[in-house]
């Protein structure tokens, strides 16, 4: 499945309205069982270039605060248990490098430009910039970039690890992205939710909690119906016909 921003004229800026449309989605998404994977994409000239800055611009504390302005981006790493790729091309600065960090893999091309300039506007990343760049690429590299508001190449993402891949071209990376999530989605649901959850998991936990949960998981999905049907399928070196059970 391909969710595609499309605000072209704004440069796919990232209102309100428009999450909340993505969270619909998502959760959409989340309950079709014949949906594997999704892929999150926009335009080759931008991804998302940022949040909507005329909703933001004359929001006091007291709006944001009591309003819990931008909570609504929350849910869009919380709707969707289903794996997520971004494939990003163009601009994804502020909120658009802050959305495209919620999947869980980023697919760009090189001439893709990530950043986090909000400290050019008198702010601070606020939804999630802060703490999933400094896991993404660790804590010098994200505090220069958060500090500066200097942006960041495709190549450099790939480099970095910010990004899984980069691309050569945006029709590569759209292209690799659908190739990845079409594999994805030919292996078992029960599997591929627990992949995601394991890994996630270890982004809160010490190592000694991490391995304790994941063993956890791992012990708990040989109670699933796709457990035997994988390790059967391949004593007998046939393709395993998933049930999602």
């Not at 495209?100 to 909000?118: H, K, L, N, R």
């Not at 956890?216 to 796709?226: A, Q």
Request: charged content about 25%; proline content about 3%; overall charge neutral.
């Amino acid at each position: 499945m391909v969710v595609t921003l499309n605000r072209p004229r704004a440069l796919n800026s990232l209102s309100t309205p428009l999450i909340l449309e993505l969270n619909r989605a998502f959760r959409a998404f989340n309950d079709d069982r014949s949906t594997g994977a999704v892929v999150l994409t926009g335009s080759h000239k931008a991804f998302a270039a940022g949040a909507d800055i005329k909703e933001m611009s004359t929001l006091s504390f007291s709006e944001a605060y009591t309003t819990d302005f931008i909570e609504s981006w929350s849910g869009l790493s919380t709707n969707l248990k289903k794996p997520l790729i971004s494939a990003v091309n163009g601009y994804a600065l502020g909120g658009g490098c802050e959305l495209a960090m919620m999947a869980d893999i980023i697919y760009c091309s090189v001439s893709a430009t990530f950043g986090q300039p909000e400290i050019k506007l008198g702010i601070i990343p606020g939804a999630g910039g802060s703490q999933r760049l400094t896991h993404a690429i660790g804590k010098s590299r994200a505090m220069e970039i958060i500090l500066t508001g200097k942006n960041v190449s495709g190549k450099e993402a790939g480099e970095w690890g910010l990004a899984a891949k980069a691309f050569d071209t945006p029709e590569e990376c759209v292209e690799g992205a659908l190739s990845t999530a079409e594999l994805i989605a030919s292996y078992s649901r029960v599997a591929t939710k627990a992949a995601k959850e394991v890994v996630n998991k270890s982004q809160d936990l010490g190592l000694r909690e991490g391995l304790d949960f994941e063993r956890r998981v791992f012990h708990g999905l040989f109670g699933s119906k796709d457990q035997k049907i994988g390790m059967t399928a391949f004593a007998k070196k046939e393709k395993p016909e998933w049930t999602h059970e």
